[in-house]
């Protein structure tokens, strides 16, 4: 039973990733499901969340206006759409249960629940 991230990789300022959110062993579309990541040397951030109800979402300011995130149940998966990526992006990217349901915002660390293998974004020119 997990989620697992992936669809990262290396791309220019500027540029674009879609991240992609698989669930194992459950059925996604119970949950809100919320991404975070962790940069070197810095503590997680918890980037964006949506809701398996009404489809609200809530993204962090640092991401507001360039990331959407989006979830097909029927596919069992989420995804985070990453537009005018910046070095300040570079981070490991991860999915996670949202305990809080994302009714609040981009929950805090004590609403995440379980996650599973993250995947790595680079922005460099």
């Known amino acids: 039973v997990q989620l697992q991230a992936s669809g990262g990789g290396m791309v220019q300022p500027g540029g674009s990733l879609r991240l992609s959110c698989a669930a194992s062993?459950?059925?996604?579309?119970?949950?809100?499901i919320l991404w975070f990541r962790q940069a070197p040397g810095k503590e997680r951030e918890g980037v964006s969340c949506?809701?398996?109800?009404?489809?609200?979402?809530n993204y962090a300011d640092s991401v507001k206006g360039r990331f959407t995130v989006s979830r097909d149940n029927a596919k069992n998966a989420a995804y985070l759409q990453m537009n005018s990526l910046q070095p300040e992006d570079t981070a490991v990217y991860y999915c996670?249960?949202?305990?809080?349901?994302?009714?609040?915002?981009?929950?805090?660390?004590?609403?995440w629940g379980m996650g599973g293998r993250g995947t790595l974004v680079t922005v460099s020119s």
């Open positions: 996670a249960t949202d305990l809080s349901g994302c009714r609040f915002g981009v929950p805090a660390s004590t609403d």
């Open positions: 949506i809701s398996n109800s009404d489809g609200r979402t």
């Open positions: 062993g459950f059925t996604l579309g119970y949950y809100a």
